[in-house]
T-cell receptor, first 113, second 112 residues
Framework: NAGVMQNPRHLVRRRGQEARLRCSPM?????VYWYRQLPEEGLKFMVY????????ESGMPKERFSAEFPKEGPSILRIQQVVRGDSAAYFC???????????FGPGTRLTVL | RKEVEQDPGPFNVPEGATVAFNCTYS??????FFWYRQDCRKEPKLLMS???SGNEDGRFTAQLNRASQYISLLIRDSKLSDSATYLC?????????????FGKGTKLSVIP
C-alpha cells in the first residue's frame, strides 16, 4: 500500500520558467492539501482540493500559482514564471474522509536559479 | 489565518533528560490538536494526538488546556533518535473547509 507520492523530489528552474509539482494521494484518499515550507520556517497552508474541485485556496498567492486535482491522475501545483522567492519545499498531504488525519508526501524541493 | 505559536528553541539536551515543549493557539474554536515530528529535510509525520484529558504514549506525554489555549509535549528519558523538529498543529473547520495550522516548530537536539 503505497503512501503519498510526490514527484519530482527535486526540481531546479531558472527565473521565468514554469514549475509543475505532482502529488498522488494514498489509495482511498480523495482530499489533497498543498503546503509550502521556506527554509527555517513552518509549513504554510496553500490550497485544499477534492476531486475536480478547489475547496479552499486562501493560502495561494494571487498570481502565478494554480492547483488542480483532476478526476484522473495526480494533483498538480503549477507555478508560472518562477522567481527566486519561490524556492522552498512543497509538501502535499492527503486524507480520506477524516480530514484531520493528514498523511504527507516526501515533498518536492524547488530551487530557482 | 489563525496562529499557532511555539517555543522558538533550539533545545539541546543530554541523553536521558526530560524536555518539555509548549504551544499556544489563538483560535478558541479549534477542535483537534496534534504533535508532528519533522526530521531534517523530510516530511512531517504524526507523533500523537492531544486529548483534553491528556494522553501518554511511552516516553511522550501530551496535554491540552482549552481554557488557556495551551498545548504541551513532554519527552522523558530523551534518546538520540528524538532529535528532530516538533511541530504543534491545530485543526479547525470553517466555511466548508478543513485545515491544519502548523506552528514553526521547536528543534530538539539530544546530545550523547
Amino acid at each position: 500500500n503505497a503512501g503519498v507520492m510526490q514527484n519530482p523530489r527535486h526540481l531546479v528552474r531558472r527565473r521565468g520558467q514554469e514549475a509543475r509539482l505532482r502529488c498522488s494521494p494514498m489509495k482511498g484518499h480523495s482530499h489533497v492539501y498543498w503546503y509550502r515550507q521556506l527554509p527555517e520556517e513552518g509549513l504554510k497552508f496553500m490550497v485544499y482540493l477534492q476531486k475536480e474541485n478547489i475547496i479552499d485556496e486562501s493560502g495561494m498567492p494571487k498570481e502565478r500559482f494554480s492547483a488542480e486535482f483532476p478526476k484522473e491522475g495526480p494533483s498538480i501545483l503549477r507555478i508560472q514564471q518562477v522567481v527566486r522567492g519561490d524556492s522552498a519545499a512543497y509538501f502535499c498531504a492527503t486524507t480520506s474522509d477524516l480530514p484531520n488525519e493528514q498523511f504527507f508526501g516526501p515533498g518536492t524541493r524547488l530551487t530557482v536559479l | 489565518r489563525k496562529e499557532v505559536e511555539q517555543d522558538p528553541g533550539p533545545f539541546n539536551v543530554p541523553e536521558g533528560a526530560t524536555v518539555a515543549f509548549n504551544c499556544t493557539y489563538s483560535n478558541s474554536a479549534s477542535q483537534s490538536f496534534f504533535w508532528y515530528r519533522q526530521d531534517c529535510r523530510k516530511e512531517p509525520k504524526l507523533l500523537m494526538s492531544v486529548y483534553s484529558s491528556g494522553n501518554e504514549d511511552g516516553r511522550f506525554t501530551a496535554q491540552l488546556n482549552r481554557a488557556s489555549q495551551y498545548i504541551s509535549l513532554l519527552i522523558r528519558d530523551s534518546k538520540l533518535s528524538d532529535s528532530a523538529t516538533y511541530l504543534c498543529v491545530v485543526y479547525w473547520e470553517g466555511a466548508g473547509s478543513y485545515q491544519l495550522t502548523f506552528g514553526k516548530g521547536t528543534k530538539l537536539s539530544v546530545i550523547p
